[in-house]
Structures are given as C-alpha cells and as structure tokens.
C-alpha cells in the first residue's frame, strides 16, 4: 500500500544514505521505525492483556466466591478479642 509523507528534503537524503549504508530501501527503513513505535506504544496493553496470575497465585484462592451469611466483621473483632483480650 502507497503512503504519501511529507518530509524535510535534508532528513529524506539522510535516510537514503542510511539505506544505502545498510543495503535496504527507505520504505523498509520507514517500516522498520513504525513498527518499533507501535510496538512501544501498544506494549502496556499488551502487557495487560497477557498478564496471568502465576501457578502459586492461583494456589492461595481458595473459594472463588464470598459466602453470603458471613459476617465478616463479626470475625474480625473475634479475632481481635482473641489475640489482644479486647
């Protein structure tokens, strides 16, 4: 596919003489750039969308949902009147 971009005529004979030091064309050298920059840019979703939770993570879950009756601070202050004889 054809792109048109507007470039400084000084940076255009740079980069060609950066493509013919590396033997390749200006296009790939242009398409190697944009690459990297979405790659950078994308990089934190990415990074999110790969994330899972390691094998001893997933270990220390032991129900996958809350018992509804439990009074959670009820225990709590249990635990409390045990520990410090509140």
Same mark, same amino acid.
């Given at each position: ?19 013919? /030091?590396?033997?390749?064309?200006? $296009?790939?050298? !242009?398409? &190697? ?6 790659? =950078? ?6 990074? /999110?969308?790969?994330?899972?939770? $390691?094998?001893? !993570?997933? &270990? ?6 809350? =018992? ?8 709590y202050h249990?635990?409390?009147e045990e520990?410090?004889?509140?």
């Amino acid at each position: 596919m054809k792109l048109t971009l507007n470039i400084e005529p000084d940076l255009i004979d740079q980069i060609k003489t950066v493509a013919k /030091k590396r033997n390749t064309s200006v $296009s790939k050298i !242009v398409e &190697s750039f944009f690459k990297k920059e979405v790659q =950078t840019e994308m990089e934190p979703f990415r990074m /999110k969308e790969e994330a899972e939770l $390691s094998d001893w !993570v997933k &270990s220390l879950v032991v129900v996958d949902h809350a =018992t509804p009756d439990f009074d959670h601070k009820a225990e709590y202050h249990k635990h409390l009147e045990e520990k410090y004889g509140i």
